[in-house]
Structure formats: structure tokens, C-alpha cells
């Protein structure tokens, strides 16, 4: 006899959840520190590997750095149901937490972008993204080509160009600078982009082409 779940998502603030539950491919989250990015990030892949998990599938959490991959193993770890949790691998070199249905939660740093690639992935959290390396961005997108998986990269406000260049080149795929009708893609984000994205803290800008979205909380 199977046993039957009922999924309540955590509370979540309606910006929260406009934000992060949606229907693009792309969201690029900007949010000021503790505007609760983080958590709706955890209740998100949550729900990306709880609904389109299978056996082995991948979703991935990648930080900046491994202490900032740990706090969000660790919350993760605290915030799921025992009951919906087959096993937990803690170790220096794997943090996984395999839920019932055989996805697989990976917590991984970006600080080596080479050790990113290779595997296909489901859904990610590039989580606090301004802060990662621009080749830990492109090592990230190849794991999610064929999955054609979402992906939330959430960073803070104020960060400016370097983080729109990531965004633009990101969703269009390449690595900036790149000649686009004779400007590179650090131009065209720096003047186009950028500038979009300055309008007010809801503001939503969409590349229709690519699925993505930027919004601010």
C-alpha cells in the first residue's frame, strides 16, 4: 500500500511568491539582504524535486563558496519531513539529500566552475549569484541544456553592471564580451539592460525568447 503526502508550502509573502513561483525558465531574483530570497529559494527546489523528481535526477544548490552550501544543506536538511527523506549524505566532498521519489537535492560551491560540469540537471539555486564567478554561471547553464530545467539565481541590490552582464549573457548563452551587431554583450547589457532593470523595486523585465524575468523584492 503507497502511503499518500499532502504538500503545504511554507508561508511566503505574496512578493515572495510572485516572484519565485512562476512559469519562466529564467528568474533573477533582486532582493535586499534578508528580504527572504534564501528561504524562498529552499521552498522552491524543494518543490522542483518533490514534483518532477525521479530516481537519480538532479537539483542543485550552488553557492559562492562551500560554507555558504553547508547553511543551506543544514536548513534544508531541518526544514523537510523525515518521512519524505530516503538519506543524507554530509561529507567534504558531498552534501545530498535524496528524497523518496529518488531526486537527488546536491549542494555544491562554485569556486572550481570545472567541477560544475558534466551533469544533467533538473532545476538550480545560484544563490547569492553577484558573488559567484562569471565561468561558475556558464558551467551551471551547460547541466541544464538538456533538462531544459529552470534556474533562480537571487543576488542583492545595488550590484550594477557586472551582475546584468552575467544575466544577459547567460540567458543568450555565450560568454561576454561577445560581438552582437558590432557591440559586445558587456555593452549591450550595461546600456539596455541595466538601465531596464533601474525602473521601481516591482519592476519585471522579460525576454520572451529566452523565458527569463528579473525582478526586484
Known amino acids: 500500500m503507497e502511503n499518500t503526502y499532502t504538500y503545504v508550502r511554507p508561508k511566503l509573502y505574496q512578493k515572495q511568491s510572485d516572484a519565485f513561483f512562476n512559469a519562466e525558465r529564467y528568474s533573477w531574483i533582486e532582493g535586499s539582504t534578508k528580504s527572504g530570497k534564501t528561504v524562498s529559494c529552499m521552498a522552491w527546489l524543494f518543490e522542483q524535486a518533490l514534483f518532477l523528481g525521479k530516481e ?14 553547508e547553511i543551506a544543506f543544514n ?15 554530509s561529507s567534504q566532498s558531498a552534501q545530498t539529500i ?21 551533469e544533467d540537471v533538473w532545476a538550480a539555486v545560484l544563490d547569492e549569484a553577484s558573488r559567484m564567478r562569471q565561468e561558475a554561471f556558464h558551467a551551471v547553464r551547460s547541466t541544464l541544456t538538456a533538462t531544459r530545467g529552470p534556474v533562480i539565481p537571487p543576488f542583492l541590490t545595488g550590484l550594477g553592471s557586472r551582475i546584468h552582464a552575467a544575466i544577459f549573457s547567460f540567458c543568450a548563452g555565450v560568454m561576454p564580451p561577445m560581438p552582437i551587431l558590432g557591440r559586445s554583450l558587456l555593452y549591450v547589457q550595461s546600456h539596455c539592460v541595466a538601465n531596464s532593470c ?16 528579473t525582478v526586484r523584492l
Open 98 to 118: 535524496t528524497l523518496i521519489n529518488g531526486a537527488v537535492l546536491r549542494f555544491k560551491s562554485g569556486e572550481k566552475p570545472d567541477n560544475l560540469y558534466g
Open 75 to 89: 536548513r534544508m536538511k531541518r526544514g523537510i519531513r523525515k518521512g519524505l527523506i530516503r538519506g543524507i549524505v
Open 56 to 69: 537519480g535526477r538532479e537539483f542543485w544548490w550552488v553557492a559562492p563558496v562551500s560554507g555558504q552550501a
Open 198 to 213: 533601474a525602473s521601481s523595486m516591482l519592476s519585471m523585465m522579460y525576454w520572451s525568447s529566452h523565458s527569463c524575468r
